[in-house]
């Protein structure tokens, strides 16, 4: 039977026989182009472009966490500073409170979600909000809700009100089947900890969305991220901001991963510049929606030996966490990110003895301030 005459019938029996018996190819493709919560009938389902005095209202969900207060700093920069509401499920710090509309956004609550989008008339959104790998093992069932149930609501939010929508992916997303050095965008993805699986869903359920509502979802799977004046929420590569703090203070470290693991790693500077360019990069220019962005990699052993140049009575101690170190094991150790590199120019700044320098700077002040005091 040909394609077409089956997809009628199945939609025939989906949507009841049509009463005039004149059924005709266009119905199905309507149907296609529904949503799963109500979508307006004269909704258009690609995201506005906008002019230079046409600013986006963005939205950044779980903005508390390591990245988000950067991100809305960058964003203020760029689009002025109440174009941009911060949200979380936490209380904020008085300096963050007061640094900019913030407001309190559940991410598993849609309704509390999409009064959000429509009293504030949000246009772009940055779905932050997640478990990072040790914490998702240590609570599957939160990880599940917030990883999975959380991002069905953030995609029909923006399917309904028309949103650009980013949502991070990570190094994470593959496995131990992967190709590890390099990984390649496209390959084999089977992540074994219920953090990778959820952000191999958020990729598919958003290209999907992106292909079937033409909602426009942007993606980019971040190496492990190393900020100065933010602390991570729970990951892997979590080593690699502790211990610049430790060197500092103590002057010595104790790794939870073992000397030779080798893992893909960003400044936090390139990570949320990489975000703003893919926001702002025309659609055209996009032959992906999920990108691999790189900058960096190295093990516990080479920081270490970078960290010994600054401060020459550094000590690194190793004391093996076994859950971290199977989920570093099973990552990749370097990330191709040529797509990126030639489709939209991507081209990060900081290598490991920038990235050094300047986190010792940072800390070096705050320690030296410290002491001052
Ligand atoms: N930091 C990294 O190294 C890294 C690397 C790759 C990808 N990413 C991704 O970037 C995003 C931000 O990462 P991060 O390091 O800032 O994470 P984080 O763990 O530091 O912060 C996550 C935030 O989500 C919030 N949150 C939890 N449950 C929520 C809910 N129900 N509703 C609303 N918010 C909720 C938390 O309160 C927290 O502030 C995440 O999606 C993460 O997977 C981060
Ligand atoms: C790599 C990234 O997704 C996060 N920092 C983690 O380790 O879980």
Redesign the pocket.
Known sequence: MPVTRLLRQVAGQMLGSPACGCWTATPLLQFLGTSPRQIPADASFHSASFSGTDQPRVLI????????VGLANLLRKRFEKDNVIL????KPPDHIFHSGPFIY?????YKNLREIVVNNRITWLF??????SA?GEANVS?AR???IT?LHNVLDVAAEHNLRLF??????AFGPTSPRNPTPDLCVQRPRTI?GVS?VHAELMGEYYHHRYGLDFRCL???????AD??????T??YAVQIFHDALKNGKFECNLKPSTRLPM?Y?DD?LRATLEVMEAPAESLSMRTYNINAMSFTPEDLAQEVLKHIPEFQITYNVDSVRQAIADSWPMNFDDSNARKDWGWKHDFDLPELVTTMLNFHGSDTRVAQAN
């Open positions: 969900t779980g903005g508390l966490g390591q990245l988000g949200s979380d499920i936490r956004s559940d991410i598993l609550d779905h932050y909000s997640a478990l990072l914490v939160l809700a917030v990883n959380g949502v991070p992916s990570t190094i994470g953090y952000k799977r971040y190496p492990g991220i190393i900020s933010s602390q991570p929420g729970g990951g590569t979590d960003m936090i990570c």
